[in-house]
Each structure stands twice: as C-alpha cells, then as structure tokens.
C-alpha cells in the first residue's frame, strides 16, 4: 500500500483540531446565556475557533498543501478546489465579523448567527472529506 502523502496527514491534523474548535464553541453557545461567565466563554471558544480555522486555511493551501496535491493527482477536481478555497474566504470573514460584533449582540443572536458558521463549516468539512476521497479513495479521518 502507497504511504498518505505528508500534505494528507497535515490535513488530518488541522480536520481534528478545527473538529475540537467547533465542538467547543457549540457547547460554550449550549450553556445559559445567563451565566456570569457566558459570554466570556463563548468568547475564548470563537477565538479559538478563528485561530483553527486559520491555521487549517494556512496548511492546505500551502503550496505543499492538500489542495495542491489534489489539483495536481486529481485535476479534474479543480472546480471542489476552487469552492473551498472561496469557503476559507468566506467564512473567515463571517468569523471576523462575529468576532467584532460579538460584545454587542443579544444573546440569541450571537447564538444564531454562530450556529449559522458552524453550519458552513460542517458542510466545509464535508465537501473536504469528499474531495480527498474523489482524488484518492482515502477517508480523511478525524473525528467527525
């Protein structure tokens, strides 16, 4: 069997650490917005969550990168590219915009409009996976 390539194992990496990001946002969001420290966690759970989602971003599109390899193993793949590098955009700024916006939002908004990115990057994460497995029949593991 041929070795995952290092740029596949990378990935990996990022997929399960952006996976916990997720995961601990949505929990901070599930507790009572009327606990003292609330917002305070909901806080250090998206800041985490940016911080993931960055150094996801920077590791596939690197030019040793995930991407790369696909686009180079799998060209006809081009056009799934294309849409998760436009995601990594996109998202990012829905992120930065929350971030900035966050100290001010009523609690049910906050919640709402996070659970809409987690949303996006649920479906991000599962056209990720769908995509290493077109290029290379490899399921890309990591939790969830």
Do not use: C
Request: proline fraction near 3%.
């Amino acid at each position: 069997m041929e070795a995952i390539p290092q740029s596949f194992e990378a990935a990996r990496k990022r997929r399960i650490e952006l996976h916990d990001a997720m995961a601990g946002l949505e929990t901070a969001l599930a507790r009572p917005s009327a606990a003292t420290d609330w917002r305070v966690d909901v806080s250090e759970n998206l800041a985490n969550l940016v911080g993931a989602y960055e150094s996801h971003i920077d590791e596939v599109e690197a030019p040793t990168g995930i991407l790369q390899d696909v686009l180079e193993d799998a060209p006809r793949l081009a056009n799934y590219v294309d849409i998760l590098r436009g995601d990594h955009i996109t998202v990012m700024a829905e992120l930065a915009r929350l971030m900035s916006a966050a100290p001010e939002l009523e609690a049910r908004e906050l919640r709402e409009t996070a659970t809409g990115i987690l949303g996006d990057l649920v479906r991000h994460r599962q056209l990720g996976a769908d995509l290493v497995w077109d290029a290379v029949l490899l399921d890309i593991g990591g939790r969830g």
